[in-house]
T-cell receptor, first 114, second 109 residues
């Protein structure tokens, strides 16, 4: 089944404790991205990647890191989480196309930073 | 970046047709119009995309007038399971598309 998977789905942590949220897709998509969703603010893009070893900042990259060492994986790293990073996070992927914009989203990771 | 404006919320009843209009007055020549649906605590799901005139798939229709400054997502005969948030996005690719607050559709029995 074509899908985007994220782990963990739920995480409660404490301020300053490094964490990684994994994202994997099995559709051979070049493009992958991370979003966070907060009440009243919609989905905001954190980072995106156009291909292996190619990453770039989205609208809200502060406090996050990403890497793209393999085409299928795009982990989101919080080196020193803070309470304002408590949010619902979504990973997404798609083919790179000039005329077709369907993104496939993962199930989400609900992160709470105490 | 093309800015979009949608109603914050809409109510409907089962079996009715629902039309959600999105305004995008500064849409650029190469921009596409894309709609997503999102259920609570799930990732958005692509519904439909169009450039001009009308596009129809098994889920919805998208109407785009000649000036392309607005678009209307049409959901035929909605059911309770269509209760969700619907997002209108405008752009060439995902790097210049933004998810706004969307339209919260509530379908009542």
């Amino acid at each position: 089944e074509a899908q985007v998977t994220q782990n963990p789905r739920y995480l409660i942590t404490v301020t300053g404790k490094k964490l990684t949220v994994t994202c994997s897709q099995n559709m051979n998509h070049e493009y992958m991205s991370w979003y966070r969703q907060d009440p009243g603010l919609g989905l905001r893009q954190i980072y995106y990647s156009m291909n292996v070893e190619v990453t770039d900042k989205g609208d809200v990259p502060e406090g996050y890191k990403v890497s793209r060492k393999e085409k299928r994986n795009f982990p989101l790293i919080l080196e020193s989480p803070s309470p304002n990073q408590t949010s619902l996070y979504f990973c997404a992927s798609r083919l790179i196309s000039r005329t077709y914009n369907e993104q496939f989203f993962g199930p989400g990771t609900r992160l709470t930073v105490l | 970046l093309a800015k979009t404006t949608q109603p914050i919320s809409m109510d409907s009843y089962e079996g009715q047709e629902v039309n959600i209009t999105c305004s995008h007055n500064n849409i650029a020549t190469n921009d596409y119009i894309t709609w997503y649906q999102q259920f609570p605590s799930q990732g958005p799901r692509f519904i439909i995309q169009g450039y001009k005139t009308k596009v129809t798939n098994e889920v919805a229709s998208l109407f785009i007038p000649a000036d392309r400054k607005s678009s209307t997502l049409s959901l035929p005969r909605v059911s309770l399971s269509d209760t969700a948030v619907y997002y209108c996005l405008v752009g060439i690719n995902n790097n210049d598309m933004r998810f706004g607050a969307g339209t919260r559709l509530t379908v009542k029995p």
